[in-house]
C-alpha cells in the first residue's frame, strides 16, 4: 500500500510565478491537509480538504494561496505570484477518518518550494 | 489550541528507556494530546495519542497525568532509528496539528 505521494519533491520559483504541489492520498483515504514548515519552525497547519469540498482553511493565507481536492485526481496547493517568504517545506497528509478521538494522519515527504 | 512545552533536545543511550517529557498547563478538557516524530528530511510519523489515560501501543507509551497538565512520551528501549525530534501536540479540532519546536532525541550507540 503506497503511502502519501507528494510531486515534486523540490521546485524553484522565481518570484511572480506560480507553484501548484500535488499530493496524493493514502489508498482509501478521503481526507487530505496540507501543512507549511518555514526553516528553523514546525508545521503550520493550512487547509483541511475532503473530496471536492474544502472543511477548513483557517490556517491558509487570505491571498494568493488556494487549494482543492477534485473528486479525480491529486490534491492541488496552488501559490500564486510567489514571495521569497513563501520558500519552505509545504507537506502534505491524509487520514482515513476525520476529526473525532481518532484521526491518524499519514504524512507525504513533503515539496521544497524555493523562491529566488 | 493549547500551548506545549518540551525540552529542546534530549540524548539516550542506545536500548535504554528514554522520558520525553511535555508540559501543557493550558490544556482544555475537550484537547487530545498527539505525538509525532519527524526525522531528518522526512515527513512526520504518528506515534501516540491520548485524552485522560494512559496509552500503550507497539511504538511506545504515553503517561498522561491524573490533572492532565503534563504528560510523557516513554519510549522502551530507544534504537537509532529513533533519533528524531519529538513533538508534543494538543488539538481539541481533532484534525488541524499544529508543531511546536518538539525534542530533538540524540540515541548513542
Known amino acids: 500500500n503506497a503511502g502519501v505521494m507528494q510531486n515534486p519533491r523540490h521546485l524553484v520559483r522565481r518570484r511572480g510565478q506560480e507553484a501548484r504541489l500535488r499530493c496524493s492520498p493514502m489508498?482509501?483515504?478521503?481526507?487530505v491537509y496540507w501543512y507549511r514548515q518555514l526553516p528553523e519552525e514546525g508545521l503550520k497547519f493550512m487547509v483541511y480538504l475532503q473530496k471536492e469540498n474544502i472543511i477548513d482553511e483557517s490556517g491558509m493565507p487570505k491571498e494568493r494561496f488556494s487549494a482543492e481536492f477534485p473528486k479525480e485526481g491529486p490534491s492541488i496547493l496552488r501559490i500564486q505570484q510567489v514571495v521569497r517568504g513563501d520558500s519552505a517545506a509545504y507537506f502534505c497528509a491524509s487520514s482515513q477518518l476525520a476529526g473525532g478521538s481518532y484521526n491518524e494522519q499519514f504524512f507525504g515527504p513533503g515539496t521544497r518550494l524555493t523562491v529566488l | 489550541d493549547a500551548k506545549t512545552t518540551q525540552p529542546n533536545s534530549m540524548e539516550s543511550n542506545e536500548e535504554e528507556p528514554v522520558h520525553l517529557p511535555c508540559n501543557h498547563s493550558?490544556?482544555?478538557?475537550?484537547?487530545?494530546i498527539h505525538w509525532y516524530r519527524q526525522l531528518p528530511s522526512q515527513g512526520p510519523e504518528y506515534v501516540i495519542h491520548g485524552l485522560t489515560s494512559n496509552v500503550n501501543n507497539r511504538m511506545a507509551s504515553l503517561a498522561i497525568a491524573e490533572d492532565r497538565k503534563s504528560s510523557t512520551l516513554i519510549l522502551h528501549r530507544a534504537t537509532l532509528r529513533d533519533a528524531a525530534v519529538y513533538y508534543c501536540?494538543?488539538?481539541?479540532?481533532?484534525?488541524?496539528?499544529?508543531f511546536g519546536k518538539g525534542t530533538s532525541l540524540l540515541v548513542t550507540p
Open positions: 489508498k482509501g483515504h478521503s481526507h
Open positions: 501536540i494538543l488539538t481539541n479540532s481533532g484534525y488541524a496539528l499544529n
Open positions: 493550558t490544556i482544555s478538557g475537550t484537547d487530545y
